[in-house]
């Protein structure tokens, strides 16, 4: 072959650096539970880590790289070191590199955090790590879940027998489980009859597979449930609250409108959606339609709900029976793990980890013993302008009152009292709760 048609291969990582990076993360994350502000840093250093395409064998070759100290570099390699004495045996590391090819060994020989090719088909097996059963494949005798190299790795709870205790964990796998819609029993069997009947009626028509149950919060709801058995059954991310506009109007007056976000919110569901039907009947709604429209907006915008208008049963019928379809194609090729609802509240929004029917109703329950942080932030909702996303930024800092009061005595000055409530910062976008809110909650709470 001539030299003019030879090409040279350059190789590409997917993740170059697995085990800093997942170190890092650890670490992170820790600093922001303990609220330190080295968090930052570490944040940074991630940022940069994630940005160099070749791989690493030590901790100090990463001081090439910015934000990268001597200290944490020497914290990476102390990791390393710990690391390769728990997982990589001079026995197995041997083994694994006369079998593999002469390329696959040149190329990780010298690199831990890349994975070894061995000649013989990866077996799957299952370890237990803190707490749960990952699923690994063995490359020979090295795991290499170990190294984060598997991708789509699923992590399935334990079993019955190692699990923590008052906690039964399954899992569903692609093509074994069903999406169905619950509807609320509140929706067939109380309220406008006519209207009820007629939405049952819609459902049947839109061919849309649904069960009516008791739902403690929301009217609707998806669970993912087991074919060959009906008790294993996790809730989906989604649920909405219906309202039609007279009744939105009256939840606004008596209260149960913040009540029912603040409760949804609370349900560890990442989706919470309202959906407001128009109802042209109704000739008075009891608040002006631009009160409504604000109430709407303020939903969305500020307490990080989707707000669906729709004409009338028949087009929330069509909406639900959309979101069942895409429900169903979204899940369809995942395997869906159930988990405790601790678990579920720290996953983040890729996770496949969720709470099971049962769990989920029962922490739902409206009149269960709530905790002194909940009860503090159903008062909090009490105070004109102040959001339920303001309300649970407020009860993060302070947990109890007598936290909050204790804080502002040790401010020596009114600006300082006012400061430390105005700069908490709250939403997605995390900004400050501002002064007018801050003067309002000191008139009440500062001791006089």
Not at 6 to 13: D, G, H, I
Not at 104 to 118: I, Y
Not at 213 to 240: M, P, Q, T, Y
Request: net charge positive.
């Amino acid at each position: 072959m001539d030299n003019a048609n030879k090409r040279r291969l350059k190789k590409k990582y997917a993740s170059p650096n697995p085990l800093f990076v997942k170190w890092l993360t650890e670490w992170k994350q820790d600093a922001a539970e303990k609220g330190m502000k080295i968090q930052y840093t570490y944040a940074k250093a991630l940022s940069s880590l994630k940005k160099y395409p070749l791989p690493l064998s030590s901790g100090k070759e990463a001081k090439i790289l910015e934000y990268f100290g001597d200290k944490l570099c020497a914290m990476l390699d102390a990791k390393l070191v710990e690391w390769k004495q728990s997982n990589i045996s001079p026995s197995s590391s041997q083994a694994s590199s006369e079998s593999s090819t002469d390329a696959s060994s040149s190329s990780s020989s010298s690199n831990v955090s890349q994975a070894l090719k061995p000649t013989a088909k990866p077996v799957a097996t299952r370890v237990f790590k803190n707490n749960v059963q990952v699923k690994t494949v063995n490359m020979g005798r090295i795991p290499v879940a170990q190294l984060a190299e598997v991708e789509n790795e699923q992590i399935v709870p334990e079993d019955m027998d190692s699990s923590p205790a008052d906690f039964d964990s399954f899992y569903l796998f692609p093509g074994h489980f069903s999406i169905i819609l619950c509807v609320d029993n509140c929706e067939t069997v109380s309220g406008h009859g006519r209207s009820k009947k007629l939405f049952i009626s819609e459902l049947q028509k839109c061919k849309v597979e649904y069960e009516v149950r008791k739902l403690h919060v929301g009217d609707f709801l998806w669970i993912a449930r087991d074919n060959s058995d009906s008790e294993k059954e996790v809730v989906l991310d989604f649920i909405v609250e219906r309202k039609r506009l007279d009744d939105l109007a009256h939840s606004i007056k008596d209260g149960r409108f913040r009540e029912q976000k603040f409760r949804m919110k609370n349900s560890c569901l990442k989706n919470p959606i309202y959906l407001v039907e128009n109802c042209s009947g109704a000739k008075y709604l009891g608040l002006p339609e631009s009160t409504l429209e604000q109430a709407m907006i303020n939903t969305q915008i500020c307490d990080g709900f989707l707000v669906k208008r729709t004409q009338g049963v028949k087009e929330s019928v069509t909406y639900l029976t959309m979101m069942t379809k895409m429900l169903r194609h979204k899940y369809q090729n995942l395997t869906l793990v159930s988990g405790s609802r601790e678990a579920v509240q720290k996953k983040t929004v890729s996770s496949n980890i969720f709470m099971s029917f049962k769990e989920f109703n029962c922490s739902s329950v409206k009149n269960k013993n709530l905790t002194v942080k909940e009860m503090f932030a159903k008062h909090l909702l009490q105070f004109f302008g102040l959001s339920v996303d303001r309300a649970a930024a407020i009860v993060e800092v302070f947990k109890t009152p007598s936290e909050f009061i204790e804080a502002l005595e040790k401010c020596s000055s009114e600006n300082e009292k006012v400061q430390l409530i105005s700069s908490i910062k709250y939403g997605l976008h995390k900004k400050n709760i501002g002064p007018a809110l801050s003067r309002s909650l000191l008139q009440f709470y500062s001791p006089s």
